[in-house]
């Protein structure tokens, strides 16, 4: 199956500063890539909608000035955790869109301190 | 109230035991299911997919669904101790909006020995 990666795999820093999180498809080109977060014992849910070579789309309740998303290529989409506060610590987990579903990655956990 | 639950669990079962999972859902509109297997600290992967309601069967892994009782259900037969995980169900209205299927919470699995 397709795979997708995430770098980091884990992320302690400190309030304050800025996180990126690189989501890349590693067999295939993805236009849309989805990037989720999941608190402990929650479900998945959708922060924003990457898609290539224009702006993310955000669901509601998500700041897109503080989560920043760039779409650069068909391969790469990154996520930066701007001024990072300790309510920002989650497990955040990326997806590329296949042709018949989405392959997810396998997460990057991140510890504001 | 959620679109889409799911009993957290835990659920244990012995080795070799048949595991049975559900979701009920709200929306009429979900044409699409699937199930998600996630270890701890990974991201999910796609175990099956479903349209249509009827059985669906892939190895020891066995999806349901029943649009009429808004019940999707997931079988796992013969049991083994690396079946332990988290399982997410997932449902969509469209293939258009992959992103956007609704997570069940998940249920976590455990088979022990």
């Known amino acids: 199956g397709a795979v997708v990666s995430q770098h980091p795999s884990w992320v302690i820093c400190k309030s304050g500063t800025s996180v990126k999180i690189e989501c890349r498809s590693l067999d295939f080109q993805a236009t849309t890539m989805f990037w989720y977060r999941q608190f402990p014992k929650q479900s998945l849910m959708l922060m924003a909608t990457?898609?290539?070579?224009?702006?993310?789309?955000?669901e509601q309740g998500v700041e897109k000035d503080k989560f920043l998303i760039n779409h650069a290529s068909l391969t790469l989409s990154t996520l930066t955790v701007t001024s990072a506060h300790p309510e920002d610590s989650s497990f955040y987990i990326c997806?590329?869109?296949?042709?018949?579903?989405?392959?997810f990655g396998p997460g990057t956990r991140l510890l504001v301190l | 109230q959620k679109e889409v639950e799911q009993d957290p669990g835990p659920l244990s079962v012995p080795e070799g035991a048949i595991v049975s999972l559900n979701c009920t859902y709200s929306?009429?509109?979900?044409?699409?299911f699937m199930w998600y297997r996630q270890y701890s600290r990974k991201g999910p992967e796609l175990l099956m997919y479903t349209y249509s309601s009827g059985n669906k069967e892939d190895g020891r892994f066995t999806a349901q669904v029943d649009k009429s009782s808004k019940y999707i259900s997931l079988f796992i037969r013969d049991s083994q101790p690396s079946d332990s995980a988290t399982y997410l169900c997932?449902?969509?209205?469209?293939?258009?909006?992959?992103?956007?299927?609704?997570f069940g919470a998940g249920t976590q699995v455990v088979v022990t020995p």
């Open positions: 997806s590329a869109r296949g042709t018949e579903t989405q392959y």
């Open positions: 997932a449902m969509g209205i469209s293939t258009d909006s992959w992103g956007k299927f609704q």
């Open positions: 990457s898609n290539e070579g224009s702006k993310a789309t955000y």
């Open positions: 929306n009429s509109a979900f044409q699409y």
